[in-house]
């Protein structure tokens, strides 16, 4: 072919990296989001806004995945441009710039909403630490700010803007690309890290064994991957050659990065609200204790108290005239927030003529709570 770039194999094809790549995260996450509901099923508990938050994530992912996988690869997405009969270079062009515009939209709502539901998970489970909650608004407003920012330049980065992927159309287009790739990537990987950090100091405060504080920071800290995919992102769109007239070809890479950040993010955004299932998987409850009666009635006694320092359960208070105690410690409240019950300790008593507790029967005291995660002194 007359005019071909040296160096170009017209053979070359990259669809099936791209099918495999964009497909099986995408599989991943709408596995995930799937999860959730079922767990929040299993647990009987009440859908919350970190929930519905997530839904409009997903729903912006599959959107840049499946345009990836259907309308970019339908036009040879994935191959040489020069593949294609001159006449019908402008229409493959435009078919991938309107791709792209689509892809910037989804980016930026599949970010700012996967972030939301992480953030308002964090607002329902650390609800008695005040720290924890002043980050969380600082947070949302750093992401709302750079949400409305990236969409207001996306969509005003042309006037008018269909002058931005139909090239017969005179239109002003100022933005410098390399300086939107830093504009919209760096504040989002600060992000990350901040949501990663902003639980720790809590977890770290916590009555708990060393081995369970690590356990409960890995979790929190599961983002590192989709802050890891960002940074490989960016770096494959500061390098690329956006004059390069062969599109099809050279933007393969972040296009492919770009579909697996939104889709990781999805899936590290519900991983923590599995532990249901695999409590269930493993202990044979969702809750992560068995319960002895599912009575509520007298027999389930306990008392909860507040304190400027958190919540604490305790049982000898308030089974007095119930019997004794037989460890006689307080149980602090730990155990994921889906459980709907805690065992508190084991009463010995008996039961009178009227089947009421007497002293020398053994009960198990449970009570029926909704958790917070919160910090306490001795």
Known sequence: MAGLPPGINLTDDKQPQIIGSVSATWALATLAIMLRFLCRRISKANLWWDDYLMIPAYIFTSIVSWVTLTYMIFNDFGKHIFIQPPQRIPVVVTVFLKSLFIAEVCYTGTIVFAKFSILAFYWRLFKMNTLVRHSIVVLATIVSMWGIAVFVIVVTQCRPLEGFWDKTIKADCTVDSYKFFYGNSTPNIITDILLMLAPLPAIWTLHLEFRQKVSLSGIFLLGIFV?????????????????????????????????????????CGCLPQLRPLLLLITTGSAAGTKVASKRQSKDTIGSYKKSPWGSRFSTKENAAGLGSVSDGKPFVAAGGENA???R???????????????????????VETEWTVSS???
């Open 344 to 366: 508190l300790g084991n009463l010995e008593g008996k039961r009178d003529s009227m089947g009421s507790p007497g002293r020398n029967e053994k009960m198990q005291v449970n």
């Open 227 to 267: 802050t890891a995919v960002s940074i490989t992102r960016l770096v494959f769109l500061v390098s690329l050659n956006i004059a390069d007239p062969d599109v099809t070809w050279v933007f393969i890479d972040p296009q492919i990065w770009t579909c697996v950040e939104l889709n990781i993010a999805v899936v």
């Open 376 to 378: 306490q002194r001795s």
């Open 340 to 342: 709907k019950y805690i």
